[in-house]
T-cell receptor
Framework: QKEVEQNSGPLSVPEGAIASLNCTYSDRGSQSFFWYRQYSGKSPELIMFIYSNGDKEDGRFTAQLNKASQYVSLLIRDSQPSDSATYLCAVNKGAGNQFYFGTGTSLTVIP | DTEVTQTPKHLVMGMTNKKSLKCEQHMGHRAMYWYKQKAKKPPELMFVYSYEKLSINESVPSRFSPECPNSSLLNLHLHALQPEDSALYLC???????????FGPGTRLTVT
């Protein structure tokens, strides 16, 4: 079982729609959760981080964490073509401070 | 300011060469990381330094040798690399290990 799993996609949404990206993790002891955006040929860019159960909003982005179900999601409202990228979910397990990335979900926003 | 800088941006080296990658941050972060990323794959953690001490070494071959001269600098020394080591090498830093990491732009390494 992988530490962090994401649907690789590709996920396509029309411009202005809500894009929903999901991630599950295997270790219940995981403490910190992150979403990164990566454009082709570029380095990962931190979009959101969340440490507690519930929702966290920042502009058009909302991160949702459910520790009981071991999933974390990212919602992108009013999607723009510039949001087209690969979105990486990352988890810090706490014990031993291991940091794991999912394989990423490719998002395309269609104008 | 959440800037991590890396030099060089591109590096081409032969299998017998010795080269170094450099990373710098001035955010006062006490954890720094090296990752390797191949095309269409997620970053793979190589090394973690916490308070200038090597904290995690993910079974990386000895031809990669990390060094943390001070809390702002991180080096990765390369020697006798193989063509399969060609990849994007990313440096990141965080306040301490558990918290969010900020990535530098990366060094694109090609081993010939």
């Amino acid at each position: 079982q992988k530490e962090v799993e994401q649907n690789s996609g590709p996920l396509s949404v029309p411009e202005g729609a809500i894009a929903s990206l999901n991630c599950t993790y295997s270790d219940r002891g995981s403490q910190s959760f992150f979403w990164y955006r990566q454009y082709s040929g570029k380095s990962p860019e931190l979009i959101m981080f969340i440490y507690s159960n519930g929702d966290k909003e920042d502009g058009r982005f909302t991160a949702q964490l459910n520790k009981a179900s071991q999933y974390v999601s990212l919602l992108i409202r009013d999607s723009q073509p510039s949001d087209s990228a690969t979105y990486l979910c990352a988890v810090n397990k706490g014990a031993g401070n291991q940091f794991y990335f999912g394989t990423g979900t490719s998002l395309t926003v269609i104008p | 300011d959440t800037e991590v800088t890396q030099t060089p941006k591109h590096l081409v080296m032969g299998m017998t060469n010795k080269k170094s990658l450099k990373c710098e941050q001035h955010m006062g972060h006490r954890a720094m990381y090296w990752y390797k990323q191949k095309a269409k794959k997620p970053p793979e953690l190589m090394f973690v330094y916490s308070y200038e001490k090597l904290s995690i070494n993910e079974s990386v071959p000895s031809r990669f040798s990390p060094e943390c001269p001070n809390s702002s600098l991180l080096n990765l020394h390369l020697h006798a690399l193989q063509p399969e080591d060609s990849a994007l090498y990313l440096c990141a830093s965080s306040q301490v290990i558990r918290y969010e990491q900020y990535f530098g732009p990366g060094t694109r390494l090609t081993v010939t």
